[in-house]
């Protein structure tokens, strides 16, 4: 079987979803796992984007190995000399430079003609090339794109030392049967095309993105770049998951294998939902909570006495496996640090420090406590950047008819600052003291709340969005009770927001994007 390169973007494409903003470690951790998974290549980052960014395509790039190394750039010289220096570190460094070339980009956008466009691609790969040997060329828009203009491009920057063209459907506007011909008709129509690979990448503004790359890989592609859980821009990217398992299960039909570890999907996905706060819908294909749920009783008991009936994928060849915990309130440090490595999970000294106390705390109010429940929770408290206010304690006092009041704790520069505040109702409550406290302007966009696992003692898991000068960042919190995840949550996103580096410069105000 031919194989096809898997080229994760859930770090650059994803990170472009609104609302999403990770810090390096969460990165770095993202990166990592990703590797376990399999992916061959990972596009870590804009690296001219923001300082942010350059930051964690290099902490990515010095610290994973595996997989190729990928970092964004637009056709100038400073984007790519700048890819270039964060990029050096990496084992398998690539250079993925883009430009529009449909009529629509080039005329509006850039206010080029499609001469000068060629020009500057041609430029911008000879450059990339002096770099690394390994150098992407994407045409942004390119379904959109007159195809012979495409074929005359794409057969330049082959010349030039491209050896990846990439062809994106940017607003995902193409319907599968017309993306595969027109990846035939790039194959047949670059006379050097045997001297790159051809990859794809697509949207998913009509829900078909993972189907038009699988119709490209029909006709030709062997790269498909996607974003786990199929995050990205507007409606997203193809998903990862769903592209991998519909190339597995139906691997008599595609003939094409792929390098991904498909046990480690399940905990990818967790992964990038925890960290990125972007909630999985239930009945999302190959993750989904109810992927695997069979409700009717038709169904359940044609599962029972043949799981083949109703399912076409096995759940423990992605890496559900329901698994409980063996880990108790009596299990001592070095017992939990063992089974979190079992998981996927280094952690080390204050962050072991801080999640093994949480873990201890879950024990006294959880009678039994999942895997499920300690991914949750080292998701929350491993990868937090340096927390300005760091949650200490709340007391709540609410009730029917009556107002709600909210005591909270937190500790600022080692003090304890405490405020109280009165609502209508408690998360309110605790919000207004909260602010009261870091005296600066946050806004509530939205909050969202559901359970870890089943079970009246569940873990609540809260997620909310807050806007800070014009930019939405989100926080997740994690508890036993619900306002406190909903204070911790809160908190969290103001961090999140008070760390960041400014990135309101940075993708949504890069020209070109
Ligand atoms: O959607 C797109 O066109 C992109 C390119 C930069 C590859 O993300
Ligand atoms: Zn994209």
Request: with cysteine; glycine share 8%; net charge negative.
């Amino acid at each position: 079987m031919e194989k096809v390169f898997i080229f994760d973007t859930t770090l650059r494409d994803g990170e472009q979803s609104p609302g999403v903003s990770l810090n390096v470690k969460e990165k770095v951790a993202i990166a990592k796992q990703l590797a376990r998974l399999g992916v061959d290549c990972i596009e870590a980052g804009f690296p001219f984007a923001s300082p942010g960014d350059f930051e964690a395509v290099k902490a990515v790039a010095q610290s994973v190995e595996g997989p190729v190394i990928a970092g964004l750039a637009r056709t100038n010289e400073a984007d790519i000399e700048r890819a270039w220096e964060a990029l050096k570190y990496a084992q398998k460094p690539r250079i993925h430079t883009f430009i529009a070339t449909s009529e629509i980009h080039m005329k509006y956008k850039l206010k080029k003609t499609p001469d000068e466009v060629l020009q500057e691609a041609v430029r911008a790969v000879k450059l990339a090339k002096s770099f690394t040997p390994d150098v992407e060329f994407s045409a942004e828009d390119a379904f959109r794109s007159d195809v012979k203009f495409l074929c005359e491009i794409f057969a330049a920057v082959i010349e030039a030392g491209a050896t990846t063209i990439n062809i994106p459907d940017t607003v995902g506007y193409a319907i599968p049967w017309e993306f595969g011909a027109f990846i035939k008709a790039i194959k047949e129509g670059v006379p050097n095309i045997d001297r790159a690979v051809i990859s794809v990448h697509c949207h998913n503004d009509l829900g078909l993105a993972v189907a038009n790359s699988l119709a490209a890989v029909e006709n030709g592609a062997r790269q498909v770049e996607v974003t786990v859980n199929g995050i990205g821009e507007r409606a997203g990217n193809a998903s990862l998951e769903e592209l991998v398992m519909a190339l597995y299960t139906r691997r008599n039909y595609f003939q094409k294998n792929t390098n991904i570890n498909t046990v480690e999907i399940y905990r990818t996905s967790k992964l990038v939902s925890n960290l990125t706060g972007m909630v999985i819908q239930p009945n999302k294909a190959v993750v989904g909570k109810n992927a695997f749920v069979h409700e009717s009783g038709i169904h359940q008991d044609g599962v029972l006495k043949e799981r083949q009936t109703y399912e076409i994928m096995n759940p423990a060849m992605i890496g559900i496996t329901g698994n409980n915990l063996y880990l108790g309130k009596h299990s001592g440090r070095h017992a939990f640090k063992m089974h979190l490595k079992s998981l996927g999970y280094e952690v080390e000294g204050e962050a072991l420090t801080k999640a093994f106390a949480r873990f201890k705390e879950l024990c006294d109010n959880k009678k039994v406590v999942t895997d499920e429940d300690l991914i949750a929770l080292v998701d929350t408290e491993t990868f937090k950047g340096p927390e300005v206010y760091q949650f200490s304690h709340i007391q709540i006092s609410s009730g029917t008819n009556i107002s709600s009041t909210a005591t909270v704790g937190v500790i600022v520069d080692g003090q304890l600052k405490e405020k109280a505040a009165v609502a209508k109702g408690p998360v309110e409550a605790s919000y207004q003291a909260i602010n009261s406290i870091v005296e600066e302007d946050f806004v509530l966009k939205d909050y969202a709340i559901k359970s870890v696992t089943a079970g009246e003692d569940a873990q609540g898991e809260v997620v909310v969005q807050v806007i800070y000068n014009g930019r939405v960042f989100t926080g997740r919190g994690i508890s036993v009770d619900i306002i406190e995840a909903s204070a911790r949550a809160y908190l969290n996103a103001i961090n999140k927001a008070l760390n960041m580096t400014k990135r309101t410069e940075t993708i949504e105000k890069v020209e070109g994007m």
